[in-house]
T-cell receptor, first 110, second 111 residues
Framework: DAGITQSPRHKVTETGTPVTLRCHQTENHRYMYWYRQDPGHGLRLIHY???????DKGEVSDGYSVSRSKTEDFLLTLESATSSQTSVYFC?????????FGPGTRLLVL | RKEVEQDPGPFNVPEGATVAFNCTYS??????FFWYRQDCRKEPKLLMS???SGNEDGRFTAQLNRASQYISLLIRDSKLSDSATYLC????????????FGQGTELSVKP
């Protein structure tokens, strides 16, 4: 257990609305990541952070922004949700070379 | 071409069977290799790291062939509880500790 929680765990929203997902860790890890998982694609990196206020884009960053104002929290924001952003979102932290994941957030955009 | 390729399966095997999964990766700069397990509607969990010399953890054996850019996972004496999706994972080889995931191989162990 890497002490990672995600909130909310499930969310249904409408197209065009803003959505923020939260990832919280209790072990002071420097690196944090946001992924989305879709059938046929596996896990794809959206954004990652290598410290407070230090973030960078991943493979599928369009339509997403992130913020990290505290070590323990990494926020993912969909500024204007679209149906193509319906997915399962996982947060992860890095311990050495491996990553450990939170329980995920299931997002449905109608 | 995907950076990490796996046969999606499903592999349907009886209890007690031996099953092998394979994976190929395209990034020659990758230095770290892993197998993760993901149960239905759950988060991925690290199963084992994969080392050049090969490594074993109980009923699980992982092998790496750097020259062929090929990784394997062997499960002996399959249990019902082994039913899951197995993800082949490599690091990106650049900064940030980024990992690249295969889409997974589904295993179903039947009584």
């Amino acid at each position: 257990d890497a002490g990672i929680t995600q909130s909310p765990r499930h969310k249904v929203t409408e197209t065009g609305t803003p959505v923020t997902l939260r990832c919280h860790q209790t072990e002071n890890h420097r690196y944090m990541y946001w992924y989305r998982q879709d059938p046929g694609h596996g896990l794809r990196l959206i954004h990652y952070s290598y410290g407070v206020k230090d973030t960078d884009k991943g493979e599928v960053s369009d339509g997403y922004s992130v913020s990290r104002s505290k070590t323990e929290d990494f926020l993912l924001t969909l500024e204007s949700a679209t149906s193509s952003q319906t997915s399962v979102y996982f947060c992860a932290i890095s311990k050495g070379e491996t990553q450990y994941f939170g329980p995920g957030t299931r997002l449905l955009v109608l | 071409r995907k950076e990490v390729e796996q046969d999606p399966g499903p592999f349907n095997v009886p209890e007690g069977a031996t099953v092998a999964f394979n994976c190929t990766y395209s990034n020659s700069a990758s230095q770290s290799f892993f197998w993760y397990r993901q149960d239905c509607r759950k988060e991925p969990k690290l199963l084992m790291s994969v080392y050049s010399s090969g490594n074993e953890d109980g009923r699980f054996t992982a092998q790496l062939n750097r020259a062929s850019q090929y990784i394997s996972l062997l499960i002996r004496d399959s249990k019902l509880s082994d039913s899951a999706t197995y993800l082949c994972v490599v690091n990106s080889g650049d900064q940030g500790g980024k990992l690249i995931f295969g889409q997974g191989t589904e295993l179903s162990v039947k009584p």
